[in-house]
C-alpha cells in the first residue's frame, strides 16, 4: 500500500470506529452507575426531622423492616413527577423514608403539603451530609434497605410507574424474605 492510499485509509478507519463508539453509547443509560454501598450498612446519621427540630434520628430507623429511603428536595422538579408513585407504595404499606436534601424547613413542609406526603418520617438533611455519605449526586435517588440496615438497591432519578412494577415492588419482596443463599439473591443497581 502506498502512502497517499495509508493516509486516506487511516483518517477512515478512526471516523469509522469512533462512529461505531458512539453510535453504541446512545443505548447507554446516562444516570447508570455503580454504587460502592450495595451489600453495605445503610449510613450512620444523626438528623432532625421536617418537622421536628428538636427530634434525633440515627440509622436504627431503618433496622427491623425493609424501607424505601427517597432523597428528594422542593428545587428538584423531577421528584415532584416522581411523587404519585412513592405515594402508590405508601398506599401499599411499604416504609417509607423521606431525606429533605439541601432545602430548608418551610420548603420542605410547603413541597409535601402541595403534592402529599408518603413518608413515615422525613428526615432532614440541609447541609447534605447524609446525601454525600451516600453519594448522591442529585434527586431524587432511592434506595432499598433490608431489615438489617443493609442497602440492596439504589436508583438514581425519577422512579416511572413501570419501574415501580418491573423493579420497586419485585426488589421489596425478595429482600423482605428471608435469604435461604445469599449467592442467589445478587444485590441490583438501576436506574432511569
Request: aromatic residues 10%.
Amino acid at each position: 500500500m502506498n502512502v497517499r492510499r495509508l493516509v486516506l485509509f487511516v483518517p477512515l478507519v478512526v471516523v469509522v470506529g469512533l462512529g461505531a463508539f458512539l453510535y453504541q453509547r446512545l443505548d447507554d443509560d446516562p444516570y447508570a452507575r455503580d454504587s460502592a454501598l450495595l451489600s453495605r450498612p445503610f449510613p450512620e446519621f444523626s438528623l432532625s426531622t421536617l418537622s421536628d427540630p428538636q427530634a434525633r434520628l440515627d440509622a436504627s430507623l431503618l433496622k427491623g423492616q425493609v424501607s424505601l429511603v427517597n432523597v428528594w428536595g422542593e428545587w428538584c422538579p423531577t421528584c415532584k413527577h416522581e411523587m404519585p408513585q412513592l405515594l402508590d407504595l405508601a398506599s401499599r404499606g411499604v416504609h417509607m423514608v423521606g431525606v429533605d436534601y439541601k432545602d430548608t424547613r418551610a420548603k420542605g413542609r410547603q413541597f409535601l403539603e402541595e403534592f402529599g406526603n408518603p413518608f413515615s418520617v422525613n428526615l432532614f438533611d440541609p447541609e447534605g451530609s447524609l446525601g454525600f455519605d451516600l453519594g448522591v449526586y442529585g434527586a431524587p435517588e432511592t434506595f432499598l434497605v433490608d431489615a438489617e440496615g443493609v442497602i440492596r438497591y439504589h436508583h438514581t432519578g425519577y422512579i416511572r410507574p413501570e419501574d415501580v412494577r418491573d423493579v420497586i415492588l419485585p426488589t421489596l419482596e425478595r429482600i423482605a424474605e428471608p435469604a435461604t443463599d445469599a449467592a442467589s439473591t445478587p444485590d441490583e443497581e438501576a436506574s432511569s
